[in-house]
């Protein structure tokens, strides 16, 4: 089954302690996204990668970072996480079109809520 | 600045009633919209995109580049209906969304 897999799915930490939330996809996608989901505040994206090793900042980059060494997976890393990245994230993935621009659809995973206390 | 505007939060609407998502966008480029929809307990999924100008669920949207909007319309709501729906914007090697707008269908 196509799909993108995301873990934790839940995960409740302590200010400072480094974590890394793992993402995987097995539709040999090359585009792959960081997204947090907070209320009133939408998708808003962190990090994107086109390819094995090249990633990008998105809108909210602040105070995480991520790597691209295999095609299929994309961890996003929290080297000191604080209580406002408390929030809900989503990985996705999208195959790239033709004119190397993505195709636009995004497929997701099923999400991971944080907690930094 | 503000790509994507979603204005309405939350929008309560009676089963059989018609249903219209309000989405206007600002991109200079030739944009590329689509409208996301994540029901309870689901992950987020795609549910329609401009250039293919098909219905799903019964829904539709039609891209007005003069409005720049791209709002998402059913002429009868039912309760599945009932989810958050994201509209997206692609720009260049990214995919802004807005806010989402909470569609809650009344019985």
């Known amino acids: 089954e196509a799909q993108v897999t995301q873990n934790p799915r839940y995960l409740i930490t302590v200010t400072g302690k480094k974590l890394t939330v793992t993402c995987s996809q097995n539709m040999n996608h090359e585009y792959m996204s960081w997204y947090r989901q907070d209320p009133g505040l939408g998708l808003r994206q962190i990090y994107y990668s086109m390819n094995v090793e090249v990633t990008d900042k998105g809108d909210v980059p602040e105070g995480y970072k991520v790597s691209r060494k295999e095609k299929r997976n994309f961890p996003l890393i929290l080297e000191s996480p604080s209580p406002n990245q408390t929030s809900l994230y989503f990985c996705?993935?999208?195959?790239?079109?033709?004119?190397?621009?993505?195709?636009?659809?995004?497929?997701f995973g099923e999400g991971s809520r944080l907690t930094v206390l | 600045a503000q790509r994507v505007t979603q204005p309405e939060k939350l929008l309560s609407v009676f089963k059989g009633a018609p249903v219209e998502l309000k989405c206007n966008y600002s991109y200079s480029g030739s944009p590329e919209l689509f409208w996301y929809v994540q029901y309870s307990r689901q992950r987020l999924q795609l549910l329609l995109r401009h250039i293919s100008r098909e219905s799903i669920k019964g829904f539709t949207a039609d891209l007005n580049k003069g409005e720049t909007s791209f709002h998402l319309k059913k002429p009868f709501a039912q309760e599945e209906d009932s989810a958050m729906y994201y509209c997206a914007l692609k720009m260049d090697d990214k995919i802004i969304f807005g806010k989402g707008t909470r569609l809650h269908i009344l019985p």
């Open positions: 996705a993935s999208s195959r790239l079109g033709t004119s190397g621009s993505r195709t636009g659809e995004l497929f």
